[in-house]
Each structure stands twice: as structure tokens, then as C-alpha cells.
């Protein structure tokens, strides 16, 4: 009987989700919007139906009309791209904490590793609303923004020019072809950055993908704060394999000991990992893990 309970509930739940998702479309784009959403919902059904996932090819492509072009099914882009103004983010107080604990750890990975301050050039892989970027700015010359999303570039090159720092640099790239970044953003960069992204990403084969492009942009000896989901076992943990749309800002999750190893064998040094089982002031989720990584210096 409990288990049948919970199938209903279940099912209740996932009716719910739709009925809100169409509506949500509706509000953005009309009946486009509502065919759009109806249509991906029934391709949804069936893959689940026959236990199968979806593509990565599909799930890239749907993490890229995700980020970029949400809003016409009713995405609230704003808000989980942390634009300050949006959502809970319409308190600065609270946008600008997301930003000082990850400063804090970055201070923290310095000290650890003796690495000399101020860095002079810094990467971060989806600067979203420039929440993260507001605190960097004190330390580097350039800070540069890696995004899939046109509109979060010009979001955060527009609160960085508002507090007076002409050294932004936005690069746009797609989501089908993350190393565009090695020749866009350029190599030698002190210190690569990204949180609140990888738990986004479509795959876990992707997330080595990003890595791997970590890697290449980064100078030897440059030092790395990559923040993930972590799977503890539990369903929320999980990693999800199909309904980018629904699932989007928890989709990618990994064991700790996994990523851990994904970063040593892309060429990371893993010096530590900081974790935030969970909801915690300053932080946006739970079940985050920070890992802090070194490009070796052969020399």
C-alpha cells in the first residue's frame, strides 16, 4: 500500500510539473510556446517509458536553448543566471554573498598553495549576472567571462562597468563546442573559476570536457576553484539523463571520489575539497562540493 502511495504521489507530482511547465510557456510565448513544451513533454514520456535516456547530442542542444532562449517557454533565466534584480537576487545584500564565499575560498587556495597576490588574470567558466565577478575585480587587471548565454555576457560586462572596471572580457561560445574557448579567451590565465555551473552541464562526459578546456587555459602553476554537485546516493543527488527543461539546474551530479579522479587523470593537481552537504547562508543549493585544483608546474 505505501509503495502504490508513492507511485500516486509521484505521479500527482509529475501532473503538476507539466500542467505548471504549460503554463509557464503559455505566459512566455503563447500557444507556440505551449506546443513547444507539449511536444518535448510526450518525447519525454515515451523515452521514459522504454527506459531510455536522451542523447548527449540532444541534451547539449537542449542545454543550449536552455540558456539562450529559455524565456520563450517561461524559463526564469534571470534568476538561476543570478542577474541581480531577479527573483531572490532583487536583495543585494543576498546576490553579493554568493560571491563572497567563493572569494573566500579563492583566498584560501592562495594561501595554501603560497601562491603570490593579486593575480593579474582570471577566467570564469559561466559569469551568469556577475555575481562572482563583482568580488574578483579587486584582484585581477582582466577577468574573463566564458558563457553559452549573449544576454549574461552583456548583463555582467554592464554591473562591471557600473562599479568602474573597463578590464571585462566576454566570450561567447556554444554549447556543442566548449574548447572555442582556448582560442577566444586565449591561455595563461592565473586562476580559473566556476561554480553553479557544472551541476548545469548536460553530461558527465561534458563536465570532463570543461576540464579538460580549464587546463589548456590556465599557465603552469595557475590554481582552480570548480564547484559540482555531488551524488550522495540519494534520488536527489542523482544524475539525471533526460528533460533538460525541468530538470536543469540540478541535472549533472557526480560522486566526490569520481571527480576527484576526472580531474587528476585530465592533469590537476587535487589539492583539497571543501563540502556543503547542506543549505547553508551564502550559498545557493545543497550538495555542493568545491574542489581546489593546480595546474603542475613541470619546471
Known amino acids: ?54 542523447s548527449e547530442r540532444a541534451l547539449i542542444a537542449a542545454n543550449q536553448r536552455y540558456w539562450t532562449a529559455g524565456r520563450e517557454e517561461g524559463v526564469p533565466f534571470e ?17 553579493l554573498k554568493l560571491g563572497q564565499a567563493h572569494f573566500g575560498m579563492f583566498e584560501r587556495l592562495c594561501l595554501l598553495t603560497g601562491t603570490r597576490r593579486p593575480v593579474r588574470r582570471i577566467v570564469e567558466w559561466g559569469s551568469g549576472g556577475g555575481a562572482n565577478a563583482i568580488h574578483f575585480i579587486r584582484e585581477a587587471e582582466e577577468f574573463c567571462g566564458v558563457e553559452i548565454s549573449d544576454a549574461s555576457l552583456k548583463e555582467c560586462q554592464r554591473v562591471l562597468s557600473a562599479a568602474g572596471y573597463q578590464g571585462f572580457v566576454p566570450v561567447l561560445i556554444r554549447a556543442d563546442a566548449p574548447e572555442q574557448a ?16 557544472f551541476e548545469t552541464l548536460p553530461t558527465r562526459s561534458y563536465g570532463e570536457r570543461v576540464l579538460r578546456v580549464a587546463l589548456g587555459l590556465l599557465r603552469p602553476g595557475g590554481l582552480a576553484l570548480v564547484q559540482i554537485r555531488y551524488d550522495d546516493g540519494s534520488s536527489r543527488g542523482a544524475q539525471q539523463k533526460l528533460d533538460y527543461f525541468r530538470h536543469a539546474y540540478r541535472f549533472t551530479s557526480y560522486r ?12 590537476f593537481r587535487p589539492e583539497y575539497v571543501t563540502l556543503i552537504p547542506d543549505w547553508a547562508e551564502g550559498f545557493s543549493g545543497d550538495l555542493y562540493a568545491y574542489f581546489a585544483l593546480v595546474k603542475p608546474d613541470p619546471s
Open 79 to 95: 534568476d538561476y543566471s543570478h542577474w541581480l534584480g531577479f527573483g531572490p537576487w532583487k536583495d543585494r545584500d543576498r546576490w
Open 182 to 197: 582556448l582560442t577566444s579567451a586565449g591561455t595563461g590565465f592565473d586562476f580559473f573559476l566556476s561554480t553553479y555551473v
Open 256 to 267: 566526490v571520489e569520481e571527480f576527484w579522479k576526472i580531474a587528476a587523470a585530465v592533469g
Open 1 to 54: 500500500m505505501k509503495e502504490n502511495d508513492g507511485i500516486l504521489r509521484r505521479g500527482v507530482s509529475r501532473v503538476r510539473g507539466y500542467w505548471d511547465d504549460l503554463r509557464s510557456a503559455y505566459a512566455a510565448d503563447r500557444w507556440r510556446g505551449v506546443t513547444r513544451s507539449a511536444g518535448r513533454h510526450l518525447r519525454h514520456a515515451f523515452l521514459r517509458q522504454v527506459g531510455r535516456g536522451e
